[in-house]
């Protein structure tokens, strides 16, 4: 046995293997290359938002005395506790690029990395909270990652471009603001360059309409007035309510995606048109249901073992990315969602 001498005031190694930089080569599924991440402290959320530096098992850390202090013993019961009594939930994953165990599976479809991240999430969170069941209730509770929080440089903004998708699930447009407003503070901006909004979800049986769509388009031109967006998007249109959008709205749709998995090639009708009104055609792989309600509630229960999982319902999920302009990479990506429990 090898036996080593470490002199006193030396860092001792961590355990485990240590975690590998992501390579500037590294190609993700959005076709950019991904910027190593810059180097950061590791940081622990606890229940009451307060920030720890430095690892939990590190004797003399903050966080090994708060784990050690009375009635605060790390684990997950705190975390299931401080859910079944809350009536909203806001999980952020921060940037992915961070999280080399996300990288793991790739490639993954679109419904599989949200599962991912939501879960990872939800499960690092929950092994940070304490116990204490008599903690502080919170009416809204925040899943976050502090170690995987990135904001953007003031200096870097006018480099990057910052782009985001909103799903709407079981919500209405009301909940557009609260999403922009969430996103703009998790990535430390004024405004998001560029929001797609998908197509919102309509009962069985019926079409897509500009009737219903209206509401959501009007929401988003208020935020575009209040200089919150730039330029809005929308996504899987056909020509003809394209067509409707731009000659209702004030704020024109500068965008449009087109899912390839159904049709191969672009719609000619639609790409005539589009040339014609300066809309740009994109494309993306998003499934129809990119999180429905019992995904949700699955993972949340495979997360942090809740008992009422079922009574969880996602409003909306947001997915950003940060692209440096004159590089044409990804410097960062994650997701944002928010549910409300609806208790009987």
Same mark, same amino acid.
């Given at each position: 046995m090898v036996r080593r001498r470490w002199r006193a005031g030396a860092v001792l190694p961590t355990l485990g293997p240590p975690r590998r930089p992501l390579s500037s080569c590294h190609v993700t599924g959005d076709g950019y290359k991904a910027s190593p991440p810059a180097p950061r402290a590791p940081l622990f959320v606890l229940s009451h938002g307060a920030a720890l530096p430095g690892a939990a098992g590190v004797a003399g850390s903050p966080a090994a005395a708060a784990a050690a202090a009375p009635g605060f013993p790390? +684990? $997950? &019961?705190?975390? %299931?506790?401080?859910?079944?009594?809350?009536?909203? @939930? $806001?999980? #952020?994953? +921060? *940037? @992915? @690029?961070?999280? +080399?165990? @996300? %990288?793991?599976?790739?490639?993954? $479809? !679109?419904? &599989? &990395?949200v599962r991912d991240c939501i879960q990872k999430t939800l499960t690092e969170w929950s092994s940070k909270i304490g116990q204490d069941l008599n903690q502080e209730i919170l009416e809204v509770l925040e899943c976050t990652v502090a170690q995987a929080i990135e904001k953007i440089n003031p200096e870097e903004r006018d480099e990057l471009k910052v782009s985001a998708k909103l799903f709407i699930i079981g919500s209405n447009s009301s909940s557009i603001r609260d999403a922009v407003d969430l996103a703009c503070h998790a990535l430390g901006v004024a405004q998001l360059d560029s929001v797609i909004i998908a197509p919102p979800p309509v009962e069985d049986g019926t079409s897509l309409s500009l009737e219903y769509l209206q509401p959501y388009w009007q929401e988003l031109e208020n935020l575009v007035q209040n200089k919150k967006i730039v330029a809005i998007g929308t996504s899987d249109l056909d020509k003809t309510l394209l067509e409707q959008l731009y000659l209702w709205a004030q704020?024109?749709?500068?965008? *449009? #995606?087109?899912?390839?998995?159904?049709?191969?090639?672009? !719609?000619?009708d639609l790409t005539a048109f589009a040339k014609e009104f300066d809309i740009q055609l994109l494309t993306h792989n998003d499934p129809k249901e990119l999180l429905c309600e019992a995904s949700f509630q699955e993972v949340l229960q495979e997360s942090i073992q809740n008992a009422k999982a079922h009574e969880w319902i996602p409003l909306w999920l947001l997915r950003y990315s940060v692209i440096v302009k004159s590089r044409g990479i990804i410097k960062s990506k994650g997701y944002i969602m928010q549910a409300k429990r609806n208790a009987s």
């Open positions: 790390m +684990g $997950t &019961e705190g975390a %299931r506790a401080l859910v079944e009594r809350a009536a909203a @939930l $806001t999980l #952020q994953t +921060g *940037n @992915l @690029l961070n999280w +080399g165990c @996300l %990288r793991k599976k790739c490639p993954a $479809t !679109p419904a &599989e &990395e704020v024109k749709p500068s965008s *449009n #995606q087109v899912n390839l998995a159904s049709c191969c090639v672009m !719609p000619p």
